[in-house]
């Protein structure tokens, strides 16, 4: 398996902007994942989803960001309108779900969201 | 609310010596505790869990300790290598159980 892919891996836009971020998850894992990382506040997780619905979506920071996950295999995030405030390395990861709390989270390589 | 604390400072040490990090949690009852190692312009890569009646699991050059009266981990590598050189964050599940919440890692730096 390629592991989980994301793109693009780096995006520079201007604030205002739509921003869409995608990730395809681990063929056959039931948890997907959508993180924020930045220096200040480190590794923030946004939302998540377990069969293609969302379980907690408490993370995402306000109404601009949102999440879909039209099927198993892609999922995308989207801020609109950007602002800079949201540059940050945006992670999608995802889990087999077998764990339970055990489970074990794989990361995408994540993508660089400049936003100017 | 929930908290997770690890050194924000980098440690630096030298090869051949034993790197130990300390994560602390508060307000938090975890039932598994794990951690990972990024490295720069990647993504977290998961290493060890230890669960909350072990007290210690290890992994090749790798050990965790999991204090619940202390909340406290401890990960530890012996005969430390450059290449161990990364960030190490540790991560607590939350209470919906398959959600993690990670603390902010701690930097390794091993000379040779």
């Known amino acids: 398996d390629a592991g989980v892919i994301q793109s693009p891996r780096h995006e520079v836009t201007e604030m205002g902007q739509e921003v869409t971020l995608r990730c395809k998850p681990i063929?056959?894992?039931?948890?997907l994942f959508w993180y924020r990382q930045t220096m200040m506040r480190g590794l923030e997780l946004l939302i998540y989803?377990?069969?293609?619905?969302?379980?907690?979506d408490s993370g995402m920071p306000e109404d601009r960001f949102s999440a879909k996950m039209p099927n198993a295999s892609f999922s995308t995030l989207k801020i609109q309108p950007s602002e800079p405030r949201d540059s940050a390395v945006y992670f999608c990861?995802?889990?087999?779900?077998?764990?339970?709390?055990?489970?074990?989270?794989?990361f995408g390589p994540g993508t660089r969201l400049t936003v100017l | 609310s929930q908290k997770i604390e690890q050194n924000s400072e980098a440690l630096n040490i030298q090869e051949g010596k034993t790197a130990t990090l300390t994560c602390n949690y508060t307000?938090?009852?975890?039932?598994?505790l794990q951690w990972y190692r990024q490295d720069p312009g990647r993504g977290p890569v998961f290493l060890l869990l230890?669960?909350?009646?072990?007290k210690e699991k290890r992994k090749e050059r790798l050990k965790v300790t999991f204090d619940t009266t202390l909340k406290q981990s401890l990960f530890h590598i012996t005969a430390s290598q450059p290449a161990d050189s990364a960030t190490y964050l540790c991560?607590?599940?939350?209470?919906?159980?398959?959600?993690?919440?990670f603390g902010k890692g701690t930097s390794l730096l091993v000379t040779p």
């Open positions: 230890i669960r909350e009646n072990e």
């Open positions: 989803f377990n069969n293609n619905v969302p379980i907690d």
């Open positions: 063929s056959g894992h039931d948890y």
């Open positions: 990861a995802s889990s087999s779900g077998l764990g339970g709390g055990a489970d074990t989270q794989y």
């Open positions: 991560a607590l599940d939350l209470d919906s159980g398959y959600a993690l919440n």
């Open positions: 307000n938090y009852s975890p039932a598994y």
